[in-house]
């Protein structure tokens, strides 16, 4: 009975090890994508890809969670319209990395259990998306809200220093709009992407 419950232990374990190595295969990938357009952030254009906007998303969440998962807080996709679009995917993950960072940063000091992160896709006027990253962090003050995009922000309380600038810089290049709202209940960041 003991060795029949070892190897039952064993595949179980070679289970999640074959799925972890997948899962850093996937981060992998997209963090090569990224050392390969890091050099040249602004070139006019770089490789496209056609996905549901809702993988592009997910790979975010993903690559976000390795080595620091998500473990009791609430994550929740509210996906209410997953159409295909053609974009740099290089670009549009570092946009979402950035959203989701800061979103998981400002939620820190909270209990794990209390934190709560909503990744939303809709449908937004005249043909576009919109991708939200609420969390339920602290409200960040108006005058921090206005210089949040800055290149030489510094702001030791989630420790991102210039991502969100480099963010809204990608989400401009691949014609985006980046955009952020904070109130007593949280902050949402906003990418308006056209879905055309």
């Not at 549901?52 to 996906?79: N, Q």
């Not at 992160?117 to 449908?123: K, M, Q, R, T, Y």
């Not at 810089?169 to 056209?194: D, M």
Request: some cysteine; proline content about 4%.
């Amino acid at each position: 009975m003991f060795i029949v419950e070892v190897t039952r232990t064993l595949r179980r374990e070679r289970e999640v090890w074959q799925h972890d190595v997948e899962r850093m295969g996937e981060s992998l990938e997209i963090l090569l994508g990224f050392v390969a357009s890091h050099g040249d952030l602004a070139e006019k254009s770089g490789p496209m890809e056609t996905a549901p906007v809702s993988d592009f998303v997910d790979d975010a969440l993903r690559l976000s969670e390795t080595g620091r998962p998500f473990a009791d807080g609430e994550l929740r996709r509210d996906y209410s319209v997953t159409p295909s679009i053609c974009i740099e995917k290089f670009k549009l993950s570092r946009v979402l990395l950035a959203m989701i960072a800061h979103a998981r940063e400002a939620m820190e000091e909270l209990p794990e259990r209390e934190s709560r992160l909503v990744v939303s896709i809709e449908a937004g006027r005249e043909g576009t998306l919109l991708i939200k990253v609420r969390d339920n962090g602290p409200e960040i003050p108006k005058e921090e809200l206005a210089q949040l995009f800055r290149q030489d922000l510094r702001d030791s309380r989630f420790d991102i220093a210039n991502d969100l600038h480099m963010a809204a810089n990608a989400a401009a290049q691949i014609g985006s709009g980046l955009s952020v709202e904070s109130g007593a209940v949280g902050t949402t960041f906003l990418l308006v992407l056209a879905s055309e």
